[in-house]
C-alpha cells in the first residue's frame, strides 16, 4: 500500500521476506583439522573468538574448514567442533611420545598410571600437536632451591673477575646449574667476603665444569641484558643464588 505524506513524496512498504530463519538459534556440526585443542570429543563453540581459543588459528592446512566454521559463528552462535585424530602426539620430556586426547582420556587412561611417566617423564603436554614443543617445566622443590640462598659450599674462585666479565669461576659448578640468578659480594665491601647484597644480579646461561658463563639479569623486567659483572668480585667473595623465576614471585 503507497500513501502520501506530503505533496510529491510518496512511501511504499513491501515485504521482501519469504521465511526469516531463526539463525542465530541454528546449530551447527564440523569436523575441524586443528593445531590444538581436545581430540575425539564434541565441543560446543559460540563465537570465532572461542573457536581461536580453544583450536587456534587457521593454517595451511586447515584453512578451508577453519573458515567455513568462522562463517558459521558469524551468523549463529551453536557449532558443535570434533578435532579428528591425525597422527600428532603430546609432546614429553623423554621416551616414546603417545597421545593424549583429552581430558577424560588423560584421567581414564593416564592421571594414575606409573608406566605413564616411566615411558615419557614426569610431564606431557596438554593436547597434541607441535604448540606442545614450546613447553617449558620448571619445578621449585623447597625453599632453598627457591632463594635466596647463600652458598656456604662453594665461593668464587676466581682472582680476575673484572668488570665486564662474562665468566666467574666458583669452587663447585655443580651446585648451580642453567637459569640461576646469582647475586655476588661486592669486592668494595669490607671485608669483601662477607658476602653483602651488590645490588646486582646475573643470570646463568652456561657451565662448563666450574665456570659460569652469565649474563645481566633485570629483576624489574625478568629479561637478560647484554653485558657482563658491573662490579669487580674478588676471589673468595660470596654469593646467593636464586631460583630462576624467583623474581616472578617474590
Known amino acids: 500500500m503507497a500513501f502520501q505524506v506530503s505533496p510529491g513524496v510518496s512511501v511504499t512498504e513491501k515485504d521482501l521476506t519469504n521465511v526469516v530463519p531463526a539463525v542465530s538459534t541454528s546449530s551447527g556440526g564440523i569436523v575441524l583439522i586443528a593445531e590444538k585443542g581436545p581430540i575425539g570429543e564434541i ?3 559460540s563465537s570465532e573468538k572461542q ?3 580453544v583450536f587456534g588459528k587457521p593454517n595451511a592446512s586447515n584453512f578451508e574448514q577453519w573458515f567455513t566454521a568462522a562463517n558459521f559463528l558469524g551468523y549463529g552462535n551453536n557449532l558443535k567442533v570434533v578435532r579428528p585424530v591425525t597422527g600428532m602426539v603430546n609432546a614429553c620430556v623423554s621416551g616414546t611420545a603417545i597421545i593424549i586426547k ?3 582420556d588423560y ?4 592421571g594414575h598410571a606409573a608406566s605413564f611417566a616411566a615411558n615419557v617423564g614426569a610431564y606431557a603436554a596438554r593436547e597434541p600437536g607441535t604448540l606442545g614443543n614450546n613447553l617449558k617445566v620448571a619445578v621449585c622443590t623447597n625453599s632453598t632451591a627457591f632463594g635466596p640462598h647463600g652458598m656456604s659450599g662453594s665461593l668464587v674462585n676466581d682472582a680476575s673477575a673484572a668488570i665486564g666479565d662474562t665468566t666467574v669461576t666458583v669452587d663447585d659448578g655443580s651446585l648451580n646449574q642453567v637459569g640461576d640468578i646469582l647475586e655476588f659480594g661486592d669486592a668494595s665491601n669490607v671485608p669483601s667476603t662477607d658476602g653483602a647484597p651488590s645490588g646486582h644480579f646475573y643470570k646463568v646461561t652456561g657451565i662448563s665444569t666450574h665456570v659460569l658463563t652469565i649474563a645481566r639479569f633485570n ?3 625478568g629479561k ?3 653485558g657482563g659483572l658491573r662490579h669487580a668480585v674478588v676471589d ?3 654469593y646467593l643464588r636464586h631460583w630462576e623465576y624467583y623474581f616472578n614471585f617474590a
Open 43 to 45: 565441543t560446543s563453540i
Open 51 to 53: 573457536l581461536v581459543d
Open 102 to 104: 583429552n581430558t577424560t
Open 107 to 110: 584421567t581414564d587412561n593416564y
Open 219 to 221: 629483576p624489574s623486567t
Open 224 to 226: 637478560t641484558e647484554t
Open 236 to 238: 673468595n667473595a660470596k
